[in-house]
Structure formats: C-alpha cells, structure tokens
C-alpha cells in the first residue's frame, strides 16, 4: 500500500512538472559570454496542418551550445606551473589498445592520439583531408586516396599506401569484430595500391557515405611493419601516426604518452598527455576542481551550474548524435497498428519532458535525424501533442484498452523519470500502463526478443554528422532484432534507405533523407526523446580544445596557457 | 598442526568446485549476453553469431562448464577475457595488489585502532569516555562509506587541498581511501573488544592477578587481552574477507583499480570467464584467510591446538 501511495505521489509531482513546464515554454539560457553556435532547434510551424496550433503550447527552447571553450574572466587565467602536461580524465577504462578491436568510447578516447585516418572531421563537423591530401570518387563503391607525402609513424617508418592496405585487410578480419559493422563494407580484395602514395579502396556495395564513416577508430592507419614483426607486442604498444607516441597503459587507472617529435603536422604542443580513469562523475568534477586534471570529459547536469559559476573552470558543450526513443513492438498487436502508435505520439508531450528530465542539459530531437546532424529535416511540427486528437486516433484504431501495457525501461534514471511521466500523460487518454525497470544487460536482451510492448532505446553512439546510422541500423529490416528492435519491417522504407546509402551525397540524397524522416515519421515505430549533449569541464587555461558530438573526444592539438 | 593444515587446504578443492559451479549457473541463468554487449550497437546478425560461436557461448550449459572446470583444474588456466583478451588470471593479478594493499592498511588500522578503542571503553566502563567511544563506533557502523568518502574528499582535497581526490599513490593518496575502508572494522572491532574485555575483567584470574599485586597496564596487557583475542581475531579474520571483496564502493569513489571494481565492471559486461575467476580467487583468499585464522587460534589457546590436531 505504501509502496502504490508513493508511486502516486511521484506520479503527481512528475504530472505538476510537465504542466508548470508547458507554463513557462522560453526559458531563459544562461549567458555564456562566447562565440556560441546556436543548435537547429526550430519553430514549429503551424502551416502544415490541422493539428499544429495545439503543438504551439509546448513550443520550442533552443539550448544553446558551447563547443569552443573560452574563459569567463580572461584575466583570472593562472596557467599550470608545469603547464605541458595535459592530464585528462574520462569516465569508462578501455578494454584494448588495438584500434581494429576498439568496440567502445573508451577506446577510441585512449587511441585517438596515437592513430589517425585518411580523413577527419573539424570543429565545425566538415570532413577535412588528414593522411590523405585529396581523393577521387572513381565511381559508386570506388575511392582513390593521395597520401600525404612524409608522414611518419612512431617506429620511423613513412606511411606508404602499403599501410593503408595491410590496415583495412587487418580491419576486415574475424578478428576485427568489434569495428566490423563498419569496415566489413570494405571489400579486401577490391585494395588496390597504385603507386606508394596512391591508393584505391573499393565498398562491397554501392555506399555514398562510405567517406562520412572513415574518420573511424576502425579505419586507423597502422604501420605494417610494427605490426607484422611482433603483432603481439604492438597489440599493446599501438603504432600509428599521431601527435602522440603510447608509452604506458596501466589498467583501471592511467594511459600515459609522450609527443613525437617527428609528427607531420609540426611539434605537438605539449610534453605529456595523462588520460585517467576516473568513473564516478562527482569525483571526476572534484579531480577537476582540485587541479589535479585539466579536462574532465562525460560531465551531467549536476556539475554544470557549478561549472558555470567557478572563474577558474571553463565548460564546452556539445550534442551527440544519440537520440533516446520509446519504441514500441511493431510486429506485435496492438502495436502493429499504425494508427494506435500514431495515437500514442499525440498523447504524449515529448518535448515537455525532456525539458523537465534533462533541465537544459539535452534537446528534444523530433525524429532519428538529430537536430545538428547534416539534412535534419526541420519541416514539419516537431511534437504533436493533442490529446483530443489522440483520443479520435485511438477510437479510429479500435484498439481494446482495457489491458495493461509494458514500459520497460533499463536502470538509467533520466529515463526512468521519462517512463514515468509517459505513464502519467497515457493515462489521461484511457491507456494502461506499468513499468518495468531491468539491470541493463538483462535489458538489452529482453529488447532483442520478441514478447515486448514499448520500451526505451537509445542510437547513434558513433557521434558522425551523416544521418545515415541514425536511419539505417535501427529500422532497416535486415537489422531485426538484434539493430532494428521495433522490429519493423517495412518494403518501401528498406527501399528508401537502401537508395539513400548507395547515393552519392547531393542534392538528391538530401531531398530522399527528408522524405524517410516525414515517412518514418508517419510510420511511428518509435516516438523520439532527448539528443543527449556532451559536457566537457576544463581548466581556463586551456586551448584548443573543443568538444565533439562522440563521447571520445579528441586532446590532439590541445595547448595549456604558461604562467603570467 | 601440519596434517591440520594439510587437510584445511585439500578443503579448499570442493569449496573452489561449489563456488565456481554457483557462479557459472547464476551467471548462464541471468539474461544478457556477453556478446552483444562487447560489440557495441550496428553489429550484423552474422557477425554477432560468428563470434558466440567461436567463443563456444553456443555449446550446451553443461558441456561449458565442464570445458571450464577442466582448464581451471588441469591447466590452472582461468580462461581469456571476453572484453579485453587477455588471460584472466592476469587481469586479477593486475588488479590484487591495489585492493591488498588497501585491505591490509586497511586491516591493520582497523586492528590497532579497534582494539585501543575497545579496551579504553571496557576499562572505562560506564564513565564518560565509555560513552564517547560507544556513540563513535555506532556512528562508524552507521555510516555509509560512499557518503563518508565524498565528505572526506570535499574537505580535505576541495576545501583544504591536503589530500588527493583519486588514486592511490604514495601515503597520502592512501590516507583516505583506508580511512574510509576502515572504518567500519575500527567500528565493529571496538565493539567486539569492548564486549569480549568486560566478559574477561569478571574471571577469577584477573581478580587473582589484581590481588597479587600487578600493575593495571600489566593486568589489562598480560591476562585481559590475551584472554578476550578470540573473539576478536574472528572479528578480524571474518572483516577481510568482507573489506576484500567490499573494497568496490571506496574503490569506485577514490578511483581505484581493484579487484571489487574489476568484478562489478566485468558483471555488466557479462564478462563470464572474468567474474567467475574473481569469485574463486576472493572465495580462496578468504577460506585462507580463515585457516590463518584457525591456525593463530591454536598459537594463542594451546586447549585448542590439542582438541583440533586430534579432532
């Protein structure tokens, strides 16, 4: 008894935080006194339709974003007393040193400053040149890369075009599991070296955003000789090209470099780099505040306002390309039904609980296609909450609602809240819910199998801007179940997507992107929620840095500012 | 006291057998799947199902046990890490001298620090002291160790700026985490002690030796304590088996990389072979631990030496 009357309680708050969200819709955003880019948050308009004027209510409340950190008070700035080494702390220890095994964040965080690609991403998400100076689209599954001409790698040896064809042979093995879902679109046979510095790679299929996936831990240049001589030893010594040369990997604890003097790119501008293993994120902040790290990644909510208001600290901010969804099983009744999924988006105010959950910290995205990433379709209203119309839609749907449906939800709070509130707001349209909250690999499990009704997920972990793994992984029909959990199934939509990723990027794959997230969200497999944002602390004095949509982020070029 | 010894450690095969056949069923019963969970999202069907089969996760519940047990007790070989490939046994090793370190100085301030306690409360019984130490201990066992090691971090590494916030280097990085640790023991062990000396100050001999004349120092040292260790040997034996494999929430807090926190990361991961040789490896310290313990028993009641070697 006591147990219901709490969970009515919570519930109750959670229903007075949606409303007294909806009352106040444009909250101010703090000042942060910087070059600031604005996120592709929206009006929503009200010409498409019917339904638009009561979306109008929940309005839209852009976050404002901060990738480029700059110092609150300039002249606060100290600098480190021994200011060239750069010790950064991160929230998760890596499982392997080995690029081609690299199946998490922590990985790429400890290998991105040994290894680089052919291409890479700047601040601004454009794809810049880096070991290759230039590349020719020879025709749908063909690219030749010009190498650029005296890199070397940490034994000494020049990266030739042998390298890059021993790396991505490498990347298309068995034992390249992890970064398979990528590379094993490379074709090894179609490798193709044409002269040292000259070098063709072929997809198995046509794949136009092949290059958009390249700047990948995976598709890492690796010295052939280093790992031919004693692969073993290189497994745990990594050789690439980067500004910094591996020097020690202590488990749980510290990977520890040191700059390479002979980098391409001119002298790296610090000593050291340290990346510490720090997984609690109050003790994480506390290092930060200590001075004891200069860049504490994988922040919350909870340690921003005490960014903001520490002189001697800095924040960078960054959307990722992860959006969390509540999906419903689409093979299953009544969730088949696509009127009765389209009447659970009406009754539920998406938008409004983000808000509520996340305080400022994520925005809401209205669909797969996050609102920063390349061709997010801005058109049409972004949350349709009406519960009138949901009601209509739900009598339309000759669903019985007189059973009770799942929310299954892993243990992870925000969601939790958001489950609860969903709760709440499906109630008020007549719909039965209970909630069911399970230990995540249990969890992860359970949503691959088949006896589901509506459960959270979330996608898109790679932290690239081309909308293409947001779309395709999780609703193309041959990822059911283990990628596409709604298990949706649908011809014209695996048709769509298929184009999409056999087409060149231009105008064409731009108008056929719009159109899969309007039919997607017709479709309603799932109802979207929150793009989560990446929330860097730093001392002032650093610079150089700035934050990225991935939760790896990248210390390369990072400098640290001497003493006054 | 050798044949004793002898038979303790040949009981440490079927208790090795029992714990690893519990861990390996409670692990293959419990859903989630290692697979899955090593590769990260976007992973094809084929691939997923290539890599279970290669690591054998297809085979029948019975067939890997049995493959497991044989390596473990044929080979000694733990097996290989799903997460990171390397041998398990490694990575225990990698990880054991951090929480032995920490138990130890842990266990000794705990040791030193319970017993002065606990004897200072039994000698004062009842009187003002007493009382001070008794409120302590209460509030020591009370405390939860997570929030008391963010209290201790804000103080002395924020506000302060003595002590470091993370890790475990040098005596100063050691001074909180063992601080935290120990606590409880220091906590519990003033209370065993205190209960264990009043039992003792009661007896004829110490009424015997006050009466002959001995100094108080010399009672409490020489009759009192030597008297109530039992007890609070047991305490000890019976708190590091508990600070061993309880070290995870300090571990976590200060950032540490102990065999706690190698556990509960591997059991999210349902990093099977990892989980299983940390379970054995804490479950043999700790029935090591306790023949130690037997064994010190014997040293200080040469009754029970005779009874046990018989027995």
């Given at each position: ?324 969804t509540?999906n419903f099983n689409c093979a299953k009744a009544p969730f088949d039904n696509q009127t009765f999924r389209q ?24 669909g797969p ?78 949503i691959t199998g088949s006896d589901k009704d509506m459960f959270?997920n979330?996608w ?8 293409d793994?947001n779309v395709y992984g999780p609703l193309h029909s041959s990822g059911i179940p283990e990628n596409n959990v709604t298990d949706l199934s649908d011809p014209t939509l695996d048709d769509m997507l298929d184009r999409a990723r ?13 159109d899969i997230q309007k039919y997607i969200r017709d479709l309603t497999p799932f109802v ?37 | ?40 999202e976007n992973v094809s069907q084929e691939?997923l ?263």
């Amino acid at each position: 008894m006591k147990k219901r009357a709490r969970r009515i309680l919570t519930l109750l708050l959670a229903a007075s935080m949606v409303l007294s969200m909806a009352g106040c819709q444009k909250r101010s955003n703090d000042d942060t006194a910087t070059s600031t880019e604005q996120s592709a948050g929206s009006d929503s308009s009200s010409s498409d339709g019917s339904d638009a004027a009561s979306t109008a209510e929940t309005g839209t409340d852009t976050i404002t974003f901060n990738r480029i950190p700059t110092p609150s008070d300039p002249t606060l700035v100290k600098g480190k007393a021994d200011n060239k080494d750069l010790v950064v702390a991160y929230n998760a220890d890596t499982t392997t040193l080995d690029p081609h095994c690299a199946g998490n964040s922590a990985a790429v965080n400890v290998l991105m400053p040994v290894m680089e690609q052919l291409v890479k991403y700047d601040e601004n998400g454009e794809l810049q040149p880096w070991l290759a100076e230039s590349w020719e689209v020879l025709d749908d599954h063909s690219w030749e890369f010009h190498l650029r001409k005296g890199v070397k790698f940490h034994n000494g040896e020049e990266m030739k075009a042998s390298d890059v064809v021993f790396s991505f042979t490498r990347a298309t093995t068995d034992y390249a599991a992890n970064v398979a879902y990528i590379m094993d679109m490379i074709d090894p046979d179609g490798l193709e070296i044409v002269d040292d510095y000259t070098v063709i790679v072929r997809t198995k299929v046509p794949f136009g955003a092949f290059l958009y996936y390249l700047p990948y831990i995976g598709a890492s240049i690796l010295s052939e000789k280093a790992y031919t001589e004693d692969e073993a030893y290189a497994i745990e010594h990594p050789v690439g090209t980067g500004p910094y040369v591996f020097q020690e990997y202590q488990k749980g604890e510290y990977t520890k470099y040191t700059k390479f003097d002979d980098y391409w790119g001119g002298e790296p501008a610090c000593d050291t780099l340290t990346i510490r293993v720090i997984p609690d994120n109050n003790t994480r902040y506390i290092a930060l505040e200590t001075g004891e790290v200069d860049i504490a990644v994988g922040l919350s909510v909870n340690e921003m306002t005490q960014l903001e208001n520490n002189p001697e600290l800095m924040m960078a901010t960054c959307p990722t390309t992860v959006f969390t969804t509540l999906n419903f099983n689409c093979a299953k009744a009544p969730f088949d039904n696509q009127t009765f999924r389209q009447a659970l988006d009406y009754a539920i105010n998406e938008e409004a609980i983000v808000q509520s959950v996340f305080r400022g910290s994520a925005q809401y995205t209205p669909g797969p296609v996050t609102p920063d990433s390349k061709y997010f379709y801005d058109g049409e209203p972004h949350c349709r909450y009406d519960v009138e119309k949901a009601k209509e839609l739900l009598e339309e749907s000759g669903v019985d609602l007189s059973q009770t449906f799942e929310i299954a939800v892993n243990e992870n709070q925000t969601r939790i809240d958001e489950a609860t509130i969903i709760q709440q707001q499906l109630a008020e349209v007549g719909i039965k819910t209970e909630i069911n909250v399970m230990e995540t690999a249990a969890y992860n499990e359970y949503i691959t199998g088949s006896d589901k009704d509506m459960f959270f997920n979330g996608w898109g972990a790679v932290g690239f801007p081309d909308p293409d793994n947001n779309v395709y992984g999780p609703l193309h029909s041959s990822g059911i179940p283990e990628n596409n959990v709604t298990d949706l199934s649908d011809p014209t939509l695996d048709d769509m997507l298929d184009r999409a990723r056999a087409l060149q990027d231009g105008d064409e794959r731009e108008q056929l992107l719009y159109d899969i997230q309007k039919y997607i969200r017709d479709l309603t497999p799932f109802v979207t929620f929150e793009n989560s944002t990446n929330i860097v602390g730093l001392q002032n004095y650093v610079e150089g840095f700035y934050a990225v949509p991935s939760s790896d982020q990248y210390y390369n070029f990072v400098s640290l500012v001497g003493q006054n | 006291m050798l044949r004793y010894s002898i038979k303790r450690l040949l009981q440490l095969i079927p208790v090795a057998l029992g714990v690893s056949l519990i861990v390996f069923t409670l692990l293959h019963i419990s859903p989630g799947d290692p697979v899955k969970l090593m590769m990260g999202e976007n992973v094809s069907q084929e691939v997923l199902e290539r890599t279970r089969e290669a690591m054998g996760l297809n085979d029948p519940f019975v067939v890997q046990y049995l493959n497991y047990i044989k390596d473990v007790f044929l080979h000694f070989d733990l097996g290989e890490s799903y997460a990171t490939k390397q041998p398990v046994i490694e990575e225990i090793l990698k990880c054991f001298p951090s929480t032995l370190k920490l138990t130890l100085v842990s266990m000794a301030v705990a040791t030193v620090g319970g017993i002065l306690l606990g004897v200072l409360s039994a000698v004062n019984q009842n009187k003002g002291i007493d009382s001070v130490i008794n409120v302590l201990a209460l509030l020591g066992i009370s405390f939860p160790s997570f929030w008391l090691g963010l209290l201790l971090i804000l103080l002395f590494s924020v506000q302060l700026g003595w002590l470091p916030s993370s890790g475990l280097e040098g005596w100063k990085g050691m001074i909180l985490p063992c601080t935290v640790l120990s606590l409880q023991s220091i906590a519990s062990l003033t209370r065993m002690t205190r209960s264990s000396m009043l039992d003792v100050i009661r007896q004829d001999y110490v009424r015997t030796a006050k009466a002959k004349g001995l100094s108080a120092a010399a009672v409490i040292f020489f009759h009192e304590i030597k008297n109530a260790l039992i007890p609070i040997i047991t305490t000890i034996g019976m708190d590091f088996g508990s600070l061993l494999g309880g070290a995870v929430l300090c571990e976590t807090i200060f950032s540490i990389q102990g065999i706690g926190r190698l556990m509960v990361d591997s059991i999210k991961r349902r990093d099977y072979p990892v989980v299983q040789g940390c379970v054995i490896f804490i479950a043999l310290a700790c029935c090591l631990v306790n023949l130690a313990v037997d064994l010190l028993y014997m040293v200080i009641d040469p009754k029970l030496k005779k009874t046990k070697t018989e027995g």
